[in-house]
Protein backbone atom coordinates (compact mmCIF):
# COMPACT_ATOMS: atom_id res chain seq x y z
CA UNK A 1 0.00 0.00 0.00
CA UNK A 2 1.87 3.52 -1.26
CA UNK A 3 1.93 6.00 1.94
CA UNK A 4 0.38 8.60 -0.31
CA UNK A 5 -3.36 6.94 -0.65
CA UNK A 6 -5.64 9.10 0.66
CA UNK A 7 -7.41 8.78 3.71
CA UNK A 8 -11.26 7.92 4.36
CA UNK A 9 -11.36 11.75 5.88
CA UNK A 10 -9.50 13.10 2.99
CA UNK A 11 -11.46 11.62 0.14
CA UNK A 12 -14.91 12.86 1.91
CA UNK A 13 -13.39 15.91 1.72
CA UNK A 14 -12.74 15.60 -1.73
CA UNK A 15 -16.34 14.65 -2.60
CA UNK A 16 -17.55 17.12 -0.59
CA UNK A 17 -15.66 19.86 -2.25
CA UNK A 18 -16.39 18.70 -5.46
CA UNK A 19 -20.28 18.28 -4.57
CA UNK A 20 -20.23 21.74 -3.56
CA UNK A 21 -18.10 23.19 -6.88
CA UNK A 22 -20.86 21.50 -9.19
CA UNK A 23 -23.61 23.33 -7.11
CA UNK A 24 -22.36 26.50 -7.71
CA UNK A 25 -21.34 26.07 -10.97
CA UNK A 26 -25.10 24.73 -11.61
CA UNK A 27 -26.23 27.75 -9.81
CA UNK A 28 -24.45 30.27 -11.78
CA UNK A 29 -25.03 28.40 -15.10
CA UNK A 30 -28.72 28.64 -14.07
CA UNK A 31 -28.51 32.64 -13.47
CA UNK A 32 -26.52 33.30 -16.39
CA UNK A 33 -28.95 31.41 -18.47
CA UNK A 34 -32.60 32.96 -16.67
CA UNK A 35 -31.65 36.46 -15.85
CA UNK A 36 -32.09 37.82 -19.60
CA UNK A 37 -35.56 36.34 -18.92
CA UNK A 38 -36.05 37.70 -15.29
CA UNK A 39 -34.86 41.27 -16.31
CA UNK A 40 -37.43 41.51 -18.86
CA UNK A 41 -40.35 40.38 -17.14
CA UNK A 42 -39.62 42.54 -14.71
CA UNK A 43 -38.91 45.25 -17.15
CA UNK A 44 -42.80 44.80 -18.44
CA UNK A 45 -44.19 46.04 -15.22
CA UNK A 46 -41.41 49.32 -15.89
CA UNK A 47 -43.22 52.86 -16.09
CA UNK A 48 -40.94 54.25 -18.79
CA UNK A 49 -40.90 57.47 -20.00
CA UNK A 50 -43.14 58.75 -22.81
CA UNK A 51 -44.55 55.69 -23.97
CA UNK A 52 -40.62 54.37 -23.84
CA UNK A 53 -38.59 51.58 -22.05
CA UNK A 54 -35.93 52.69 -19.73
CA UNK A 55 -32.60 51.71 -18.70
CA UNK A 56 -33.72 52.44 -15.23
CA UNK A 57 -36.86 51.26 -13.62
CA UNK A 58 -39.04 54.01 -13.01
CA UNK A 59 -42.12 52.47 -11.54
CA UNK A 60 -45.00 50.01 -11.54
CA UNK A 61 -47.42 49.58 -13.66
CA UNK A 62 -49.72 46.76 -15.37
CA UNK A 63 -50.82 49.13 -18.19
CA UNK A 64 -48.70 47.79 -20.65
CA UNK A 65 -50.78 44.57 -20.79
CA UNK A 66 -53.59 46.01 -21.87
CA UNK A 67 -51.80 48.39 -24.35
CA UNK A 68 -49.82 45.19 -26.16
CA UNK A 69 -53.64 43.77 -26.30
CA UNK A 70 -54.64 46.81 -27.69
CA UNK A 71 -51.75 46.82 -30.41
CA UNK A 72 -53.76 45.68 -33.43
CA UNK A 73 -50.66 44.89 -35.51
CA UNK A 74 -49.31 43.04 -32.17
CA UNK A 75 -53.00 40.91 -32.22
CA UNK A 76 -52.87 40.09 -35.69
CA UNK A 77 -49.36 38.70 -35.30
CA UNK A 78 -50.28 36.40 -32.57
CA UNK A 79 -53.12 35.33 -34.33
CA UNK A 80 -50.73 34.55 -37.50
CA UNK A 81 -48.81 32.65 -34.86
CA UNK A 82 -51.71 30.57 -33.60
CA UNK A 83 -52.73 29.39 -36.62
CA UNK A 84 -49.64 28.91 -38.25
CA UNK A 85 -48.24 26.84 -35.05
CA UNK A 86 -51.86 24.81 -35.09
CA UNK A 87 -51.53 23.50 -38.89
CA UNK A 88 -47.65 22.83 -38.33
CA UNK A 89 -48.25 20.73 -35.00
CA UNK A 90 -50.95 19.18 -36.54
CA UNK A 91 -48.84 17.91 -39.76
CA UNK A 92 -45.74 17.31 -37.38
CA UNK A 93 -48.50 15.19 -35.40
CA UNK A 94 -49.60 12.82 -38.04
CA UNK A 95 -46.09 12.26 -39.81
CA UNK A 96 -43.82 12.13 -36.68
CA UNK A 97 -46.06 9.79 -34.81
CA UNK A 98 -46.16 7.41 -38.15
CA UNK A 99 -42.36 8.00 -38.46
CA UNK A 100 -41.23 7.24 -35.17
CA UNK A 101 -43.09 4.22 -34.78
CA UNK A 102 -41.49 3.27 -37.76
CA UNK A 103 -38.37 4.23 -36.45
CA UNK A 104 -38.84 0.88 -34.17
CA UNK A 105 -41.00 -1.68 -36.11
CA UNK A 106 -40.31 -1.51 -39.15
CA UNK A 107 -39.16 -5.17 -40.42
CA UNK A 108 -36.18 -3.59 -42.96
CA UNK A 109 -33.27 -2.49 -40.33
CA UNK A 110 -31.55 -0.91 -43.35
CA UNK A 111 -34.88 0.94 -43.64
CA UNK A 112 -34.52 2.38 -40.21
CA UNK A 113 -31.17 3.56 -40.38
CA UNK A 114 -32.60 5.42 -43.47
CA UNK A 115 -35.38 7.04 -41.52
CA UNK A 116 -33.18 7.32 -38.60
CA UNK A 117 -30.60 9.75 -40.97
CA UNK A 118 -32.97 11.68 -42.30
CA UNK A 119 -34.96 12.66 -38.53
CA UNK A 120 -31.77 13.49 -37.38
CA UNK A 121 -30.71 15.90 -40.60
CA UNK A 122 -34.56 17.50 -39.81
CA UNK A 123 -32.84 18.47 -36.77
CA UNK A 124 -29.05 19.32 -37.12
CA UNK A 125 -29.50 21.35 -40.44
CA UNK A 126 -29.30 25.14 -39.18
CA UNK A 127 -32.66 27.13 -39.36
CA UNK A 128 -31.03 29.85 -41.31
CA UNK A 129 -29.82 27.41 -44.10
CA UNK A 130 -33.56 26.44 -44.54
CA UNK A 131 -34.82 29.41 -44.83
CA UNK A 132 -32.45 30.65 -47.11
CA UNK A 133 -32.52 28.00 -49.36
CA UNK A 134 -36.67 27.97 -49.21
CA UNK A 135 -36.72 31.55 -49.80
CA UNK A 136 -34.38 31.44 -52.90
CA UNK A 137 -36.84 27.96 -54.33
CA UNK A 138 -39.47 29.74 -53.67
CA UNK A 139 -38.57 32.49 -55.47
CA UNK A 140 -37.13 30.35 -58.40
CA UNK A 141 -40.16 28.42 -58.37
CA UNK A 142 -42.72 31.30 -58.45
CA UNK A 143 -45.02 30.39 -55.47
CA UNK A 144 -46.14 33.23 -53.70
CA UNK A 145 -44.78 33.62 -50.01
CA UNK A 146 -48.00 32.90 -47.65
CA UNK A 147 -49.38 31.20 -44.64
CA UNK A 148 -48.64 27.96 -46.61
CA UNK A 149 -45.26 28.43 -47.23
CA UNK A 150 -44.66 29.95 -43.86
CA UNK A 151 -46.13 26.36 -42.49
CA UNK A 152 -44.34 23.94 -45.00
CA UNK A 153 -40.68 25.79 -43.85
CA UNK A 154 -41.02 25.14 -39.97
CA UNK A 155 -42.97 21.96 -40.20
CA UNK A 156 -40.33 19.33 -40.96
CA UNK A 157 -38.47 20.40 -37.70
CA UNK A 158 -41.39 19.81 -35.45
CA UNK A 159 -41.92 16.32 -37.24
CA UNK A 160 -39.03 15.68 -36.66
CA UNK A 161 -39.18 16.14 -32.55
CA UNK A 162 -42.31 14.55 -32.46
CA UNK A 163 -40.61 11.58 -34.26
CA UNK A 164 -38.11 11.01 -31.99
CA UNK A 165 -40.52 11.54 -28.63
CA UNK A 166 -42.81 8.46 -30.10
CA UNK A 167 -39.86 6.57 -30.54
CA UNK A 168 -38.65 6.63 -27.41
CA UNK A 169 -42.14 5.29 -25.96
CA UNK A 170 -42.36 3.01 -29.11
CA UNK A 171 -38.71 1.32 -27.47
CA UNK A 172 -40.57 0.18 -24.39
CA UNK A 173 -43.51 -1.13 -25.77
CA UNK A 174 -43.75 -5.03 -25.11
CA UNK A 175 -43.67 -7.03 -28.80
CA UNK A 176 -45.18 -10.19 -26.96
CA UNK A 177 -48.49 -8.46 -26.66
CA UNK A 178 -48.76 -7.37 -30.29
CA UNK A 179 -47.60 -11.05 -31.02
CA UNK A 180 -50.52 -12.01 -28.54
CA UNK A 181 -52.96 -10.08 -30.28
CA UNK A 182 -52.32 -11.56 -33.82
CA UNK A 183 -52.33 -15.24 -31.97
CA UNK A 184 -56.03 -14.16 -31.39
CA UNK A 185 -56.79 -13.26 -34.85
CA UNK A 186 -56.59 -9.83 -34.52
CA UNK A 187 -55.59 -7.98 -38.09
CA UNK A 188 -52.58 -5.18 -37.98
CA UNK A 189 -54.33 -2.71 -38.22
CA UNK A 190 -57.31 -3.31 -35.42
CA UNK A 191 -53.77 -4.09 -33.47
CA UNK A 192 -52.55 -0.77 -34.34
CA UNK A 193 -55.31 0.95 -32.92
CA UNK A 194 -56.67 -0.81 -30.13
CA UNK A 195 -53.13 -2.27 -28.93
CA UNK A 196 -50.06 0.28 -29.99
CA UNK A 197 -51.99 3.60 -30.23
CA UNK A 198 -53.49 3.58 -26.52
CA UNK A 199 -49.78 2.68 -24.95
CA UNK A 200 -48.00 5.75 -27.79
CA UNK A 201 -50.91 8.67 -27.18
CA UNK A 202 -49.14 10.56 -24.19
CA UNK A 203 -45.76 10.19 -26.48
CA UNK A 204 -48.05 11.44 -29.11
CA UNK A 205 -49.18 14.30 -27.46
CA UNK A 206 -46.17 15.58 -25.62
CA UNK A 207 -44.52 15.65 -29.43
CA UNK A 208 -47.90 17.56 -30.52
CA UNK A 209 -47.50 20.29 -27.63
CA UNK A 210 -43.64 19.89 -28.14
CA UNK A 211 -44.03 20.80 -31.89
CA UNK A 212 -46.78 23.37 -31.47
CA UNK A 213 -44.08 25.49 -29.01
CA UNK A 214 -41.59 24.95 -31.59
CA UNK A 215 -43.34 26.39 -34.21
CA UNK A 216 -45.06 29.24 -32.27
CA UNK A 217 -41.50 30.64 -30.88
CA UNK A 218 -39.72 29.86 -34.31
CA UNK A 219 -37.93 33.56 -35.97
CA UNK A 220 -34.97 31.88 -37.89
CA UNK A 221 -37.37 30.19 -40.57
CA UNK A 222 -40.14 32.77 -40.02
CA UNK A 223 -37.45 35.96 -40.83
CA UNK A 224 -37.14 34.64 -44.29
CA UNK A 225 -40.62 33.80 -44.95
CA UNK A 226 -42.98 36.09 -43.31
CA UNK A 227 -44.64 39.38 -45.75
CA UNK A 228 -45.87 42.06 -44.46
CA UNK A 229 -49.51 40.03 -44.62
CA UNK A 230 -48.60 37.00 -42.77
CA UNK A 231 -46.16 38.02 -39.78
CA UNK A 232 -45.65 36.01 -37.20
CA UNK A 233 -45.13 36.99 -33.51
CA UNK A 234 -41.46 36.48 -32.92
CA UNK A 235 -40.71 38.58 -36.06
CA UNK A 236 -42.99 41.55 -35.09
CA UNK A 237 -41.36 41.48 -31.53
CA UNK A 238 -38.13 41.44 -33.28
CA UNK A 239 -38.70 44.19 -35.47
CA UNK A 240 -39.72 46.30 -33.03
CA UNK A 241 -36.28 46.69 -31.17
CA UNK A 242 -35.41 48.59 -34.16
CA UNK A 243 -36.95 51.20 -33.30
CA UNK A 244 -36.37 51.31 -29.51
CA UNK A 245 -38.67 48.63 -27.56
CA UNK A 246 -41.83 49.89 -25.99
CA UNK A 247 -42.94 48.47 -22.62
CA UNK A 248 -45.59 46.67 -24.61
CA UNK A 249 -43.43 44.73 -26.20
CA UNK A 250 -41.80 43.11 -23.15
CA UNK A 251 -45.25 42.68 -21.80
CA UNK A 252 -45.80 40.48 -25.02
CA UNK A 253 -42.75 38.56 -24.79
CA UNK A 254 -43.64 37.71 -20.85
CA UNK A 255 -47.19 36.49 -22.06
CA UNK A 256 -45.56 34.14 -24.73
CA UNK A 257 -42.37 33.15 -22.29
CA UNK A 258 -45.29 31.71 -19.66
CA UNK A 259 -47.35 30.13 -22.37
CA UNK A 260 -44.33 28.15 -23.80
CA UNK A 261 -43.44 27.21 -20.68
CA UNK A 262 -47.32 26.34 -19.62
CA UNK A 263 -47.25 23.98 -23.18
CA UNK A 264 -43.68 22.32 -22.08
CA UNK A 265 -45.13 21.77 -18.59
CA UNK A 266 -48.14 19.76 -20.30
CA UNK A 267 -45.59 18.07 -22.81
CA UNK A 268 -43.05 16.92 -19.76
CA UNK A 269 -46.23 15.39 -18.05
CA UNK A 270 -47.50 14.12 -21.21
CA UNK A 271 -43.98 12.14 -21.31
CA UNK A 272 -43.98 11.06 -17.81
CA UNK A 273 -47.11 9.19 -18.20
CA UNK A 274 -45.87 7.85 -21.26
CA UNK A 275 -42.95 6.04 -19.35
CA UNK A 276 -45.36 4.49 -17.08
CA UNK A 277 -44.93 0.78 -18.20
CA UNK A 278 -47.80 -1.63 -18.82
CA UNK A 279 -50.75 1.32 -18.43
CA UNK A 280 -52.69 -0.30 -21.25
CA UNK A 281 -51.23 -3.46 -22.33
CA UNK A 282 -51.10 -5.03 -19.02
CA UNK A 283 -54.70 -4.81 -18.04
Not at 86 to 106: K, T
Not at 148 to 154: E, F, S
Not at 202 to 212: C, D, E, R
Amino acid sequence: MSARAASPGQGDFRRRATDAGLSVWFVLAILFLFAPIAVSILYSFNLGVVGKQTSHFTGWTLEWYPAAWNDLALRRSVQTSLYVAFWAALIALAMGASLGYALVRHPSPRVRRWLSGLTYILLIVPEVVIGVSLLLFYAVTGVPLGAATLIAGITPAAIAVTALIVRARALTLDPRLEEAAADLGSTRLKTLWFIVLPQLLPAILAGGLMSYAFCFDNLVVAAFLTTPAVNTLPVYLYGSLQYGPAPSVYAAATVVFLFTVTLLGLAALCFRLSRKPGRTGAS
